[in-house]
């Protein structure tokens, strides 16, 4: 049973950063694909960054472009999302998600594609 732990999230003012962390534990350690996803209630949720293991490509939402960096230590066992630039509007519930599929780029971007989730931790953009 794979699981994903995320760090916790936190309240910053705007300009400022934070860097969120995810760990798999569980059967397949080395999953294909790890992802940040968010959501603000009533809305869905939306993707935010992907990296892909086996060629380290990775895709970012425009909202976050030049911003956020997604990264993954060397086993691929922990996924890290930087942020930087924080704006109010970055204010979410954020997901960390994973597949053991390789799936094309454009698939990455795609929350149904993923089949483990964390359990999400709240970021907070405010003065």
């Known amino acids: 049973q794979v699981s994903l732990v995320e760090s916790a999230g936190g309240v910053v003012q705007p300009g400022g950063s934070l860097r969120l962390s995810c760990e798999a534990s569980g059967g397949a350690l080395n999953m294909a694909i790890m992802a940040w996803f968010r959501q603000i209630p009533g809305k869905e949720r939306e993707f935010v960054a992907a990296k892909r293991r086996s060629d380290g490509h990775t895709a970012y939402a425009d909202s976050v472009k030049g911003r956020f960096t997604i990264s993954r230590d060397r086993a691929s066992k922990v996924a890290y999302l930087q942020m930087n630039s924080l704006k109010p509007e970055d204010t979410a519930v954020y997901y960390c998600?994973?597949?053991?599929?390789?799936?094309?780029?454009?698939?990455?971007?795609?929350?149904?594609?993923?089949?483990?989730w964390g359990q999400g931790t709240q970021v907070t953009v405010s003065s």
């Open positions: 998600a994973a597949t053991s599929t390789n799936y094309i780029v454009s698939a990455m971007r795609d929350k149904e594609r993923y089949s483990y």
